[in-house]
């Protein structure tokens, strides 16, 4: 399998494991990631509050680079570039106008039909049962809480992804690992997203009620598929319990550092010793089952 | 022809703005125009006399009167014309008001415009021929569908009066949501026990035939003759035999097989069950879906017991048509689910609510039971999970009205009187219990309606918050609801015990269906359209079919008794003449050049077009042609418009007709 691939600012920068342990994992799933040659930021949360040209412009011209390039899917694995690149596509196929401005910006015609992949699709793509037929080891003993974030489901009407309310797509992959997916309250809760650097005491606050509400569900482990999630999650973790003490750590791993885990692949490879929070217990309780077994 | 010509002012509103006389003048000289004059107030009694006097004095057989819009006086000129001996289609309105002095300012244009409005009627009757108002039989007989308040109400009503009623209800009991209520607002009196009375009224009524278990499966016909296919479902029981003795509920083995429908899943009833004690007709009806005899062939131990003989596990589906005169929609409302997400869009619906995850997450009808003294708990105050009683209870309300992202845009009525009266009999019953009430707004609108609500707040101590509630989990055993004060601009965290949800008033799932059946119009949600939102209330589309109740939009208890005897006072109005006058504003066909295509069938909105056999004089068809059923068409065009060898004509508006006022507007120019 090939997969066209947008991995966006995060995945070279702050989510680093994020980027290792995705191509880790496909390389052991025999499916090749062609990177957009000459990408460039895709807007973020920068740009559609500064332009709404930009915004569509700047996501657009890498939708143009794709399609030229020969490419008819493509996975952007960080949340935040997978909704710029959706609403992107979407405001071009449904307004005339930003079309017209957008295609005379950029000098090129602009068609449709390249789909765009978030992490989790990507994975329901490439197929459940062969993530299962990958499995080396037994992490059935994992109580693992799918944490969604905001990006991936909303608004509903362009992703038209998961139940933005009641999302179970990330659940279904992780049971593909032979972990538990535990029920709880706050996968679509907010994270405090880019309030992390300018009133990181919000970030804080909020997280720290979905940490709880994992822990509370006896959550061994956090999923995600947002590098902003993850750094809300866990590098403010720390922070979090300094102020309010009395709570345990809690590793925060991305979903595809989880299937990496259940494959047996190497933890390096997969940049599980980046992370804030030392994931160091959660592998040794790894080997501990795999030599009772 | 002579042709007279009449100018209204309308006081001041034509008069101002087109200089009357003048037209009255210009008019004078049109070819065929024998006399011409205005005059003030042509309505006024005065106004008449003078068109009939004119008629009389100039021998006239055609009027045209330059006046306001048909829809106000039309019918007025045709009575005062016909009284002087012209056929009431040989008069013409030229609407001067609306079309002409109410939209321009400048004197000289409009008049100018006037006699241009008036010549081109002018020219049109000429080519008008007399007409006589078609006459069809009444079958003095009603139809009511459904047999909830409203339904109970009109057949009564109807049958008090004289006539006979035949009442359709799907259920096994007639009774609606009615029969589920409590206590009603805003007087706190019991439901069932001014309802019951009611529903035996109905049963023993000697003028009313009760098919209960039965669905309208099919209707043909027109106003005053419906010819109505009625199923009557198999409850393999034979009511002609049964007594309602109950022993064969009270020995069914399969005792609690099926969640019970009347108490709205919370309880559970036998596979042999009567929906609820006071059922009108008390025939039990056996689940087939459940029942051991229809699954493994064994058991048979209701027919054992049955001292009559009633049990009939072969019976059938029947099929009973009825002729009536009269129809009356009633078939009330459900409420808007909250137990899963709605298979065809996924945001619709609420998830932060718990989608029916949550046991103690209940909707208005459960309440209903729950506070019931007929319901699983005998009225007592317990929450479904454990049996306790809630001592912290969230009420809210617009859960799915006033939503449209995720449910509906209209607002469903009921919803704040009847969370003030939960709120307030919960109260009744906890003494020390808090409940709380998220509502957007209080719309209590109504006699002694206002009053109620501040009885909630003021006497009962329920504490209002004004704003949406964002989530609902459960902690610890606590149902978290975490909502915002708006008034107050914080967020609010309750950790409540149960929470009730005010969900939307929504049509019956298959209205859109019986609809289509009864040819009548419907809105997007599935509510049956009135034929006008002020003045034609309890009408329908089509003519003959009335309807009254939620079926039509949200409604409450009072709205609906009043709807239902509106729609049989005007059922009672087409049953006070033996023959039926209608407009003969029809289409005819040519049955000489129409070729038979039948295009105007498939346009016809209302199944008037159907097909004729032309036979030789030895019996041999001919042909086939087009032949307009004049009881139903409602003279709307469309296959006059759509017929390519011009067979089909309006009466009234023919194309000769159209013609020559077209013509003589081009005339101009």
Known sequence: ?293 | MRIGVFICHCGENIGRTVDCPSVAKACANFSGVVHAEDYKYMCSDPGQNLIKQAIKEKNLDAVVVGSCSPHMHEKTFRKACSDAGINPYLVEMANLREHCSWIHDDVPLATKKAIDLVRMLVEKVKFNEPLIPIRVPVTKRALVIGGGISGIQASLDIANAGYEVVLVEKEPSIGGHMSQLSETFPTLDCSQCILTPRMVEVYQHPRIKLMSYSEVENVEGFIGNFSVTIRKKARSVKDELCTGCGLCVQKCPIKKVALSDFDEGLATRPAMYVPFPQAVPNIPVIDRSVCTYFKTGKCQLCKKVCGREAIDFEQQDQFIKEDVGAIIVATGYKLYTIDKKPDDNPIKGYGEYGYGKYKNVINGLQFERIASASGPSSGEMIRPSDKTVPKKIVFIQCVGSRDESKGFSYCSKICCMYTAKHAMLYKHKVHDGEAYVFYMDIRAGGKNYDEFVRRAIEEDGVKYIRGRVSKIFEENGKLIVKGEDTIAGVRVEIDADMVVLATAMTAQSDSSKLAQTLSVSYDKYGFINEAHPKLKPVETSTGGIFIAGACNAPRDIPDSVSMASAAAAKALVLFGSDVLEREPVVAKVNEATCAGCFYCQKVCAYNAVEQKEIKDRQGNVIKVVAYVNSGLCQGCGTCNATCPSKSIELLGFKDDQIYAQINSFAEVF
């Open chain 1, 1 to 293: 399998m090939n997969f066209g691939y947008y991995p966006g600012c995060s995945l070279s920068g702050t989510a680093k494991e994020f980027n290792l342990s995705l191509k880790e994992v496909l390389k052991n799933l025999d499916t090749d990631l062609q990177e957009i040659n000459d990408w460039c930021c895709c807007g973020a949360s920068s740009a559609h509050s500064a332009s709404h040209l930009l915004a569509i412009a700047l996501p657009a011209r890498n939708l143009m680079l794709a399609k030229e390039q020969g490419m008819t899917e493509v996975v952007a694995p960080c949340a935040a570039c997978f909704n710029r690149l959706k609403v992107s596509q979407h405001e071009l196929k449904t307004d005339e106008h930003i079309r017209i401005k957008t295609e005379e910006l950029l000098e090129t015609k602009y068609s449709d039909g390249l789909e765009v992949l978030n992490l989790i699709s990507l994975f329901q793509k490439i197929g459940l049962d062969k993530i299962k037929s990958h499995n080396k080891i037994d992490i059935s003993h994992l109580n693992v809480a799918c944490y969604y974030g905001c990006l991936l489901l909303r608004p509903y009407d362009i992703l038209k992804f998961d139940d933005p309310e009641k999302p179970t797509l990330m659940e279904e992959v992780v049971k593909a690992t032979g972990a538990k997916p535990v029920d709880w309250n706050f996968k679509v809760e907010c994270c405090g997203a880019a309030h992390s650097i300018a009133h990181t005491e919000i970030v804080e606050n909020l997280s720290m009620k979905i940490l709880d509400d994992a822990v509370h569900h006896k959550a061994d482990v956090i999923v995600v598929a947002c590098p902003m999630c993850h750094s809300n999650l866990d590098m403010r973790q720390k922070n979090i319990i300094k102020h309010n003490p009395g709570r345990m750590e809690i590793p925060i791993l991305y979903l595809s550092q989880l299937i990496g885990l259940s494959m047996g692949l190497n933890h390096k490879k997969l940049g599980l010793d980046l992370h804030f929070i030392d994931t160091a217990p959660l592998i040794a309780s790894l080997i501990e089952k795999e030599v009772a077994v």
